[in-house]
């Protein structure tokens, strides 16, 4: 129950906090340097107990105009999942990486697409009956988002995203809809 409150009262503080900070935004034009236009964000995640969890997904962004930026990101997941007599522990790795493209509405509201192409297990239905084994799986998710910034050059994203290539039983997501939450510096 702690984790289920403490979440929401640290994302309302940051968004009390950025709502009395300057909301200047970081202009780009054609003089704009290289190092300038370079942004840096991602996810990272813990969770320990029974089911422990442990997420990293860092990712760059290079802004080609105001309202267009591309990006890279890297995907790393450590999955464990402890067991009773009856069923053994289950431990895993998830990595990949991914291409994005952001387009922004607004000072706040955001296009979002990506590509991500990740490396998991996967059970087999063979004639010997299932095994386990590794597979790359593709997504390809379309949304949007809102930016809430924290200062001169940080903020909060929240993400709402469609995976296009959705595949039941072989995707690590329980539903193509995708929420995601971040932060980019």
């Known amino acids: 129950m702690k984790k289920l409150i403490t979440f929401p009262f640290i994302f309302l503080v940051l968004i009390t906090i950025s709502s009395k900070s300057t909301l200047a935004q970081k202009y780009v034009d054609e003089s704009s340097g290289f190092m300038d236009r370079l942004y ?7 969770q320990f107990g029974s089911f422990t969890h442990i997420e990293a997904s860092p990712i760059a962004g290079y802004m080609i105009n105001q309202k267009l930026s591309v ?3 890297g995907i790393y997941q450590y999955f464990r999942i402890r067991g009773n007599s009856q069923v053994g522990d289950y431990e895993t790795n998830i990595y ?3 291409l994005f493209g952001r387009y922004n ?3 706040q509201l955001f ?11 996967i059970i087999y239905n063979t004639s010997n009956g299932y095994e386990l084994g590794r597979a790359w799986v593709p997504a390809f998710f379309i949304g949007g988002g809102y930016f809430q910034p924290i200062g001169n050059r940080a903020g909060v994203t ?3 995203l469609y995976n296009l290539l959705h595949y039941p039983g072989r995707s690590p997501y329980n539903s193509p809809f ?6 980019t510096i």
Request: zero cysteines; proline letters at 0%; aromatic letters at 14%.
């Open 178 to 183: 995708v929420l995601r939450v971040g932060f």
């Open 71 to 73: 990006g890279v990101g």
């Open 158 to 160: 929240v993400m709402a």
């Open 40 to 46: 840096f964000g991602g996810n990272f995640g813990l």
């Open 111 to 121: 296009g979002y697409t990506e590509y991500e192409n990740i490396n998991l297990d």
């Open 105 to 107: 509405l607004s000072n």
């Open 96 to 98: 990949g990486g991914k």
